[in-house]
Structure formats: structure tokens, C-alpha cells
């Protein structure tokens, strides 16, 4: 058990019968009556984010994730076939289970498959990735003053706001958190 005084960002615990990571938390203490702890959770199986609140201290189930590393092969239709480097195992995780991280995944990449009692729960993807542009709109010359930014497509289909001087063919940068920019590669 651990209290939700000790919430961290990335924290796996059990409420619910479910699996949720935190992924944004903050400690509320009004002037008037008790303490709490408001949470922004996401459902590991599902994928779905909640908010909840709790009364400071109240304790919570600790959820103990082992995470294996794993590099992706390819996708067979709706399933994407990861493979652990050291005994070659192959396994597979539906599209369902991924839906926000195969816009970062290139074949090859290293992972970290996510797993709770035997059960595959998904892909904790790096902070960052490397992605190729393959179609933006030119930037025009003198457009720079006001910090301006263009849509560009990268290789594996994510649609992200770049700078006006980035161009075909470009190795970016890509944050995968929130899909954002970060720098040229």
C-alpha cells in the first residue's frame, strides 16, 4: 500500500479493479476542511484517463509493473509483434492497446513492454523519438519574425507543428509525451 501523499508522476497503482498510471497530481488544501489530493489518472488496459480525488493519507494499492525491454518488428494487421533481445521471445499486443504510441513506432525501435501478473498492459515508449519529415509546405522567406509554425507529416503518418524552416526529408526530434517539436536531429 502507499499513500496518496507519496504520488509521484508515472506511479502504477490499483483503484477500482483496474491499472492506472499517474500522470498529473496535486495536493489541494483549502482553507476551510480537510486536505486532498486531486489525480489525473489513465487506465493501463483501456486507455482511458480520469480524474479522482482523494482524502490525503488514504492509501492505495501499489500496482508492480515489470517492464521488459523489447525491440518492434512489424505489424501484422491489427497486431504489432514486439521481440525481447535476450531470448528472442516474440510477442504480440493488439492495435487497441497502442493507439497513442504507433504514431512513434518505426520498426527496429527499441521499447519497454509494460507487464502486470503475466498480462501484456502496453508500450512505454522513450521521452523522445526520431522521426523523417515526408511532406510540409515550403516556409516562406521572411516569414521568421513572428516565430511562425507550419504543419509537417513524419514517416510513420503523426502530423505535428514545425518551424517554418524545416523541410522535406529532415530528421526531427518528435516529444512522445504530447507529439510536440523538439529540435532538428
Known sequence: MISVNDFKTGLTIEVDNG???VIDFQ???PGKGAAFVRSKLRNLRTGAIQEKTFRAGEKVGRAQIDNSKMQYLYNDGDD???MDNNTYEQITVNKSQLEHEIQFLKENMPVSIMMYEG???GVDLPKSVELQ???TEPGLK?????GGTKSATMETG???QVPLFIEN???LVVNTDDGSYVSRA
Open 19 to 21: 491499472i492506472w498510471r
Open 27 to 29: 495536493h489541494v488544501k
Open 80 to 82: 504489432y509483434v514486439f
Open 119 to 121: 498480462e501484456t498492459l
Open 133 to 135: 519529415v515526408v511532406e
Open 142 to 146: 521572411g516569414d521568421t519574425v513572428s
Open 158 to 160: 503523426l502530423k505535428i
Open 169 to 171: 526529408g529532415e530528421i
